[in-house]
């Protein structure tokens, strides 16, 4: 999706929903590989069955991975600046679709160039669970700067 | 890393540092296959050539997902949280290699059975500049509700 | 790219320019990986040294890959139908960025629900000769079907 | 397969099937990473699941990228030089198993060195049906100019 | 896991036993991308149903790389030198979890410098069933020529 | 290469030569990330830099899966049985072409059914130089218990 709007441009308030995608086990075991994380949380079925969860879990950061593919844009005068108050509230299953609702809940202006706007992502499954919830700060140019 | 500690067994000001990793061309163009992020400053060289970074750079939650798996533990009674305060400081471009300097900056008790550790993240890349801020919040299981 | 028009709503002589995206080696091994062709034009650097191209060449159907992507937008009322007069003109070298040009080149009613439209790739490097040409068949669905 | 045979050395007629492979779930999610196609129809099953198809289908690029590796050879005297009639005439499902039914349906000299062979591909799946149909043209070095 | 010493502090009959991790689809699948290894009986899964198998079965030497990583430690002061009496006993099937029984069974000086330790591989699958059998040897530094 | 035949058929001091294929950097990140072996010597180009060798090499267990994948043969009659005398003579450094000298070294009836045949890999880089020897064992079919 393209969307090349200024800082001045974006209205707290402005809410929409990505695309969904599934999160499979060959999403997981190639998440694995690229971050390096190996946890018998997510590649040992015999251990993961075991436990609380009952069967291999989705990594979070993998979760947040695909959110933000999901809601990323092409707009050149954008940039990710950060993230805020992320927490993982429940696990994302092998198998699970996931898509994010996206609301803008804050704008501040941070300098004569760039003002931060604020997205909050809840990220939910095909239950309409929350599995992840985080702000993310991006900064966009003002458009009496460019 | 084997660390099987409870919350009462980590101590505020615990310092190390992680082994490194270099962020190759091949780990973007699979993170990008892995996330579904193709935005042209990771994968398209000419445009980021004539960018303000003047060649590709790898992807933010690439940087986080690698120093997070360079951090990992295997600890029966510990579990990501969250991550506040998450900042993007410089780019990391292809062929950089990061580290992750960490620090237990804060201990707080939950419930009866939890306490929140927060490590705090300095990534940083083979100059020493750092790339990327952030704290992380583990659930630590306490040792006298086990 | 969203574009939900149907076939009345698409006009021959339409022309645009997709984002680019560079082809690496890392690419090339994960499509030898992917497809399973090893060919040592694209998996041997002393036996493509040695040949005609110099060097390692990407596979065409990659080229194609790449380039089907860089033009397909979210339309649920059209589908891949077919490809017709495809050639590859020049080889893709490790490193080489790509885009398409893309141009409406015909249109013709199929059925009472569907309408066929072509759309003739034009793919080309950052030299800007041509690598690959073909044309694309696509269904779409008819309005007044709809 | 090592077919090291130039022009004059093949025949309109000639008849042969190919090795099968079957379209898994990682293939399908390893072809979305390498050429960037994330369209819901491949990625979400939730999306793909409410459609006509029922589930998920593969890439029809990622059948026809299979398809050519199936029958590809080793050969120094030929090269893939474009391809016509390429029609996707049914969806590839998760777990499908395809191989390919080739057959040298034409041959016409193009230059004093080369001439263009005409392979027909039948692309048919576990059940007998036909998923993809299309020519694939390839140069082959003449004999005489050799 | 760190285990940094040298060739005198390694015992033989010292046992231990490693993480667990499934042998998925998608890492047989990723397997035979990066080996180049597309046998019938591990990406066909027609052709391994109608086999003595009865399914597709993972490679091999999939099995060893992923036995081998778990096994592996950050030693400094150790480097692997060879493997004798590899043999494959057992098939894994896709979906089996594997670990590995390690035992240090003999100790040989080579030089001043190194001395050759051989660790016996029992690679078992969740039913402990001995899949794969195999020595490793690996060169230590002798902490008297450091 | 199809090659179907018997255990009487192959012949002790039979020799070939594989194709080569190049070791890329995006070939160790991926032969690491399905393995699970993120060794520095590997991964860390600084930390590689600084050893003896002077940069990444490729891991041993790579270099002897593509070798193998290089002489594998579809033979419905023969079955790998396992290995000996494996040693990783040299390093292999990202980049090096290897492929295989092969030749029969010896063979033993085993059983009425089966007998085994000992192939010799020496693998060689793009210098001539041996970077791994081992003597791989396969299983083939007697022609007479057929």
Redesign the interface.
């Known amino acids: 999706?393209?969307d090349d709007r200024y800082y001045e441009e974006v209205d707290v308030g402005e809410q929409w929903q990505t695309?969904?995608?599934?999160v499979?086990?060959?999403?997981v075991?190639?998440?694995?590989?690229?971050?390096?994380?190996?946890?018998?949380y997510h590649?040992?079925?015999?251990?993961a069955g075991a436990s609380e969860f009952g069967s291999?879990i989705a990594h979070?950061?993998?979760v947040?991975?695909?959110a933000?593919?999901?809601e990323?844009t092409?707009n050149e005068h954008a940039f990710?600046?950060?993230?805020?108050?992320?927490?993982?509230v429940n696990p994302t299953m092998l198998?699970d679709?996931i898509h994010v609702e996206v609301e803008v809940t804050d704008k501040s202006v941070k300098s004569d160039a760039y003002g931060v706007v604020t997205k909050h992502f809840d990220v939910r499954n095909?239950d309409d669970e929350t599995v992840l919830a985080?702000d993310k700060l991006e900064l966009f140019e003002r458009s009496d700067a460019a």
Chains 1, 2, 3, 4, 5, 6 share one sequence.
């Open positions: 999706m393209s695309d969904g995608r599934t499979t086990e060959a999403d075991v190639n998440y694995a590989g690229v971050s390096g994380d190996f946890h018998p590649v040992d079925a015999e251990f291999r979070g950061l993998l947040l991975s695909i933000a593919a999901l990323s092409e990710m600046y950060g993230f805020e108050s992320m927490r993982f198998g679709t095909q985080c």
